[in-house]
């Protein structure tokens, strides 16, 4: 018996000593996860020449065409343009200054003869009093790689256009839509035609024209849109390749 209780003991002993080992300094098993995150934002900008066009001696008939003007976004986000064109005359009313406008969008520009086609093709519908002259067949929106718009900002969009100044100063907005929406990529590239008509009377001899076309970017993100400028509408354009 006394050896059966010896050897209990040792047992209970041993057992004591390892619970006794929980005890002092603490020591669990643990893990740790860290995650980092950085934020670089996008840039909204717009790159455009700022020389319009500039001429001497224009007379009734005659018609001025300028360079193609590009509109570039030089930023990192899309971008949804509006566009707007004021125009005055220091001696007598705009009313007889005839505008229209060929745009052209593309992410590769086309070459120099496929743009002189489209602008001879706009330019002889805008000569005959064509409101939103159409491309040759030649050019066909299936064939082309590139967008193409164009329009006359005329005196029949009276309600597209902002009176000041007794009728010498008017702003006609334009632009929006689909076809002025610019990926980082793309670039717009922007023609006008102005006519002074041959109605012109000796008022216009000596006058001096003036002319602003402004482009306003925002970007496009959740469906983002311009509303329309105060008192306007916007002018309607035809759609082409």
Known sequence: ??????AFL?????GALVVSAGFGTYSWFTDVKTANGTIDNGTLTLGMDTELFAHENFAPSQMLISDF??????GSLDQILRASYTHS????SV???KVGYLAIKYAERPNETVLKDIAMAYQKG???GVTNPVLPMGLAKSAASYEVEGGVLSEEQASAMKAQAANHEKTIHFGEGKFWK????????IMFFVKLLDSAGNEYQGAHYDAEFK???????DGAEFGPAAGTEMEPAAESK
């Open 1 to 6: 018996m006394r050896v059966a209780k010896k």
């Open 10 to 14: 040792g047992t209970a002993l041993a």
């Open 69 to 74: 003007k590009k509109i570039e976004n030089t």
């Open 89 to 92: 005359v220091d001696k007598a």
């Open 95 to 97: 009313k007889k200054y």
């Open 126 to 128: 805008f000569d005959k």
């Open 182 to 189: 610019l990926k980082d990529n793309q670039n717009i590239e």
């Open 215 to 221: 482009v306003e970017a925002k970007q496009t993100d």
